[in-house]
């Protein structure tokens, strides 16, 4: 897997020394491996070189913070400049007379037909009326598909098998939404690319005919660096007014969101999170700027956690962690919060340090490391949980014979720990007004 | 405007002295760096001889993707004399490609090396050597491709790759492809999760005009397989076995090891199988395809690359980096949404499309 952008800047940094203000060239040493980075994650090597100069110049001359190294300096920088560019996550516009039309377009096998019924699951919940319709008569059984998907979540489909055109279909599916008087018709269009004529106008008449109010372009996660080419064809040939992003429960790192965002100003309104019907979420940039970094999607994780969270711990961890003062034991705490949150492996990936990687671990082999931290730090007095550097040889040996494991593992447990506490200070410090970050550990 | 005056317009390479070497029984071809010229002859002729219009389908995509990105490489190399920004360029075009950093660091090294070590004066032979090093990287010192073997009683390829790669469809048009060289094809399917998959796949096997083995929707996909196996075996209808698996991410550990299971069942019903384990990628897909193809590689031993809709204008530069990295070659590509829309793979025509000065 990747090393991590903060690891390597660090390691940069380590060789440059400490100082006050950063150089040019600590600066474009620093940018190298930004650069890399970006391009690892699949942003456009165009949108990589201007977005790398827009930082290098707010960078060179800047002083660094007090609390902060060079290394985590470039990183509020970068992540500050990413948030920027990613943009505000926005809502669907559905201001419009109903029944508005929302329209998703794409390249084959993006992810169209299970994110039209998502949608159409998700606006029902808030209390809108959907229909849904088959509008892609060309592969096969992509009218089947969406009309099980219907079935499966009681939301009606407007099909008419695979002969009638397109926009004919589409405009009785209107009519029908109108007669029925659905408040949002969702239009499931066939894949197709934007060098072929044909299908491209055929979008443009459904457009014209359906008066869409949202043009989503939905796009792979793990798109390369033909993104930029995908996403102004189709926003210069039909006009888009969102992106949606799937199958982001992959470990693509999605810098194809940069650039499509990056190349047409359209905003991401979703992504997809996983094959089920509700795997869909609303965009976030600060997440999807850790995810780019490599820095693990925190966030996420707080969501799920609070919801399961004592308040007033989560109140009392948030002042820890921003007196940087969280401790071995809070860790153990937290850890404890955590299996009472079910999945592990499914938390465990959002962490920086353990990374995607970890939906891939056996959920087994995961419970069962659980186990064995929880182990370790239960065999450390309080004072050595609240100030791990006491820890010394002996006392490693002592917790690992009190534990049932041994020194490395004590070791490892302990640099992962450091590890951590240093991201966290690297994210808090990476944010404008602190925003909900120091919520970072309050789980 | 293009440019033909680099001696590299097609033709041309067939005149190169190299030494030929040889083929694999079954026509397939032993990859080896100097019978390059030998083995396009071959393998032309044995496409022109198989499907005719299949390769001219892929000279016409790959003609649209002459005009994209990559196609300035050739335009770099355009000029008469070797200057740095001609390798910086080329970088940046291959990285463009998706061929990844590493795999474009290094190809520039190679170009580079050889440029100095051979005292190569002239950009269109500075351009050769490029070409050469990607086809090398692309052929790698992989088994002959083993699908197909006419001794073999019932020949199984299991089919296996992300969500919406092109795996159906790819399906479809290999049990096409493989019927008009007289074999017997049945297709299992194996993805009983999607919505639709086994109403799409029988569409595809009606159109082969092959038998689709399915069980009801939300059935265990080890004994869909089990069964295909069985059945082909018994009714002696089938010499090759095509699996249709449900698109899975690399990062769902159950779905994994579901996949690992369908797998083994093939292994233990029929001697060394699956013959061959294709991994269907979109060229369209970025770095992640290396990790795909490393995770998919750990799981169930992937064989070789199915790269769909290089009809787009990606160029699939990243399997590059894939037989630079892991040793798998690229088996066929994908050239649209018709049956026929299917071809060999050939290095040389594949790097030809992302080199050819045409932009
Ligand atoms: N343009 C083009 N489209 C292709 C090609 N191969 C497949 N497709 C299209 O890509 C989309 C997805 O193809 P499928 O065969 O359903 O992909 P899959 O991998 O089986 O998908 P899942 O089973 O859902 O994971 C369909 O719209 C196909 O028509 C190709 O070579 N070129
Ligand atoms: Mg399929």
Known sequence: MFESLSDKLQSVFDTLGRRGRLTEADVDKALREVRLALLEADVNFKVVKEFVARVRERAIGADVLRSLTPAQQVIKIVNEELIATLGESARLDLSGPPPNVIMLVGLQGSGKTTMAAKLANRLRSSGQRPLLVAADTYRPAAVTQLEVLGRQIDIPVHSEGVTPPPPEIVGRGLRRAREEARTIVILDTAG??????????????????????EILLVADAMTGQEAVRVAQDFHQQVGLTGLVLTKIDGDARGGAAISMRAVTGVPIKFLGTSEKIDGIEVFHPDRLSSRILGMGDMLTMIEKAEAVMDQEETARMEKKLRAASFDLDDFLKQTRQI???????????????????????????????????????????????????????????????????????????????RQMQRTMKQLQSGRRGGGGLGKLFGL | MRTQGLGFARGRRYNSPRTPRGLAPGGHLLFSPCCLEDVLVLSRFRRATVATEDQEKLDQSLEKTRRGVLGRIGALFQG???????????????????????????????????????????????????????????????????????????????????????????????AHYYRRQGRRVTIAAGDTFRAAAIDQLKIWGQRAG??????????????????????????????????????????????????????????????????????????????????????????????????????????????????????????????????????????????????????
Do not use: C
Not at chain 1, 192 to 213: F, G, N, S, Y
Not at chain 2, 98 to 121: F, I, M, N, P
Not at chain 2, 278 to 304: E, P, R, W
């Open chain 1, 339 to 417: 299996k009472k949150m079910g999945s592990i492996s499914s938390l465990l990936e959002m962490i920086p340090g353990i990374g995607q990687a970890a939906k891939s671990l056996d959920p087994v082999a995961v419970d069962k490391q659980m186990r064995r931290l929880e182990a370790i730090i239960s065999s450390m007095t309080m004072q050595e949980r609240r100030s791990p550097n006491l820890l010394n040889g002996s006392r490693k040996r002592r917790v690992a014979a009190g534990s049932g494991t041994s020194v490395q593992e004590v070791n490892a447990l302990l640099s992962q720990f």
């Open chain 2, 80 to 174: 008469n004399e070797i200057e740095d920004d001609l390798w910086e360029g080329l970088e940046e075009a291959l990285i463009m490609g998706d061929v990844g950093v590493e795999t474009s660091l290094k190809l520039v090294e190679a170009t580079r090396t050889r440029v100095r070590t051979q005292g190569v004066k002239r950009v269109s032979d500075a351009y050769q050597i490029l070409k050469e090093e990607m086809v090398r990287i692309l052929r790698g010192d992989a088994p002959p491709f083993d699908l197909d073997n006419r001794h073999r009683l019932l020949n199984i390829g299991l089919i296996v790759g992300v969500n919406g790669s092109g795996k159906t469809t790819s399906i479809g048009k290999l």
């Open chain 1, 192 to 213: 197709r690319l934007t060098i072929d004529p044909q299908m491209m106008a055929e979008l443009v008449a459904i457009k014209a005919l359906a008066k869409p109010r």
């Open chain 2, 210 to 359: 092959v038998s689709v083995i399915a069980h009801a929707p939300g059935a265990d996909p080890g004994a869909v397989v089990y069964d295909a196996i069985r059945a082909s075996q018994e009714s002696r209808d089938a010499d090759i076995l095509l699996i249709d698996t449900a698109g899975r991410l690399h990062t769902n550990f159950n779905l994994m090891k579901e996949m690992e299971k369908i797998r083994n069942v093939a292994q233990r019903q029929v001697h060394k199988a699956p013959h061959e384990v294709l991994l269907v990628l979109d060229a369209t897909t970025g770095q992640n395809a290396i990790t795909q193809a490393q995770k998919f590689g750990a799981s169930v031993s992937v064989s070789g690359v199915i790269l769909t809709k290089l009809d787009s204008t990606a160029k699939g530069g990243v399997v590059l980096a894939i037989a630079d990295q892991l040793g798998v070659p690229v088996r066929f590509v994908g050239t649209g949404e018709k049956i026929t829309d299917l071809a060999e793979f050939d290095p040389w025509v594949f790097v030809d499309a992302l080199l050819d000065a045409n932009a």
